[in-house]
Nanobody, 122 residues
Framework: QVQLVESGGGLVQPGESLKLSCVAS????????MAWHRQAPGKQREMVAV???????NYGDSVKGRFTVSRDNAKNTLYLQMDSLRPEDTAVYYC????????????????WGQGTQVTVSS
């Protein structure tokens, strides 16, 4: 019905930047809050940034001041600009969204993307 596809990950050195993208597609009648999460090896998944439908943003403590979340509603796309990257930012980054869709009837769904790997290493 609906899917999220992330892109933009890669290998960078400490202090460098990356920009991730997440495109939502399918039967989307309303795209509500969208968010980035990440999971490092051996660690629990953690929230990185949220961009609400009304334009509000919220960040995890570890990325405040370094990461910026934005979205383009016309393109159903969420972005994550990551600056001053650190080795501890190494993780798989996932996109998620709260979406109103329809399959005979309207209902909300919360899909996750497949993830994109970000590696910060010298």
């Amino acid at each position: 019905q609906v899917q999220l596809v992330e892109s933009g990950g890669g290998l960078v050195q400490p202090g460098e930047s990356l920009k991730l993208s997440c495109v939502a597609s399918g039967k989307i009648f309303s795209l509500e809050d969208m968010a980035w999460h990440r999971q490092a090896p051996g660690k629990q998944r953690e929230m990185v940034a949220v961009f609400t439908k009304n334009g509000g943003t919220n960040y995890g403590d570890s990325v405040k001041g370094r990461f910026t979340v934005s979205r383009d509603n016309a393109k159903n796309t969420l972005y994550l600009q990551m600056d001053s990257l650190r080795p501890e930012d190494t993780a798989v980054y996932y996109c998620t969204a709260h979406i109103l869709t329809k399959n005979g009837r309207y209902y909300y769904t919360d899909p996750w993307g497949q993830g994109t790997q970000v590696t910060v290493s010298s």
